[in-house]
T-cell receptor, first 112, second 115 residues
């Protein structure tokens, strides 16, 4: 059973645009929601993370929006650049269990 | 470089052979994780260590898989009698022991191809 559903599967935006990637989770016990960026041939790199006690968190050009009642969270990339072209993964973690459950990924392409 | 390192980066083996991968975590990190990532998918959890103790194993970790972290520093993941379905990227991650800290930092991975 997939516990974290991510959409869209792929996304193309123009430079300067604001791509939005969405994730939905099923387990209401999840209490940690990170986003990772992965370039081809590399391991995932932690971008930003949020806890369910806040509705939004910003770090640089990256913003997470969190909707606890809807069990959804999303990543917004402001002023996107071609260098942001990568695969993005959302994940969810549960207190007492150290494993992260990942979404299936979104391949983002930012065109110059 | 003080990040997580993994060796080898690539491994090609024939079906039925045994393979072993190594992970060196960030030096002050007590926790170490192994994940598997297949093409077009997100990482899937395999197992987790706190210091030298293996505290959790996924159902994905069949009897052919074994992981160790003997001195609480580096870890090895061994796959015995490899199958073509084992072809994947094997990722290692580490984190600190601080209470409530979930930040996991990943290494570059070992890509396994079973022919």
């Amino acid at each position: 059973q997939q516990q974290v559903k991510q959409s869209p599967q792929s996304l193309i935006v123009q430079k300067g645009g604001i791509p939005i990637i969405n994730c939905a989770y099923e387990n209401t016990a999840f209490d940690y929601f990170p986003w990772y960026q992965q370039f081809p041939g590399k391991g995932p790199a932690l971008l930003i993370a949020i806890r369910p006690d806040v509705s939004e968190k910003k770090e640089g050009r990256f913003t997470i929006s969190f909707n606890k009642s809807a069990k959804q969270f999303s990543l917004h990339i402001m002023d996107s650049q071609p260098g942001d072209s990568a695969t993005y993964f959302c994940a969810a973690g549960l207190t007492g269990r150290r494993a992260l459950t990942f979404g299936s990924g979104t391949r983002l392409q930012v065109q110059p | 470089d003080t990040g997580v390192s993994q060796n080898p980066r690539h491994k090609i083996t024939k079906r039925g052979q045994n393979v072993t991968f190594r992970c060196d975590p960030i030096s002050e990190h007590n926790r170490l994780y192994w994940y598997r990532q297949t093409l077009g998918q997100g990482p899937e959890f395999l197992t987790y260590f706190q210091n030298e103790a293996q505290l959790e194993k996924s159902r994905l970790l069949s009897d052919r898989f074994s992981a160790e972290r003997p001195k609480g520093s580096f870890s090895t993941l061994e796959i015995q009698r490899t199958e073509q379905g084992d072809s994947a990227m094997y990722l290692c991650a580490s984190s600190t022991f601080a209470a409530g800290n979930y930040e996991q930092y990943f290494g570059p991975g070992t890509r396994l191809t079973v022919t």
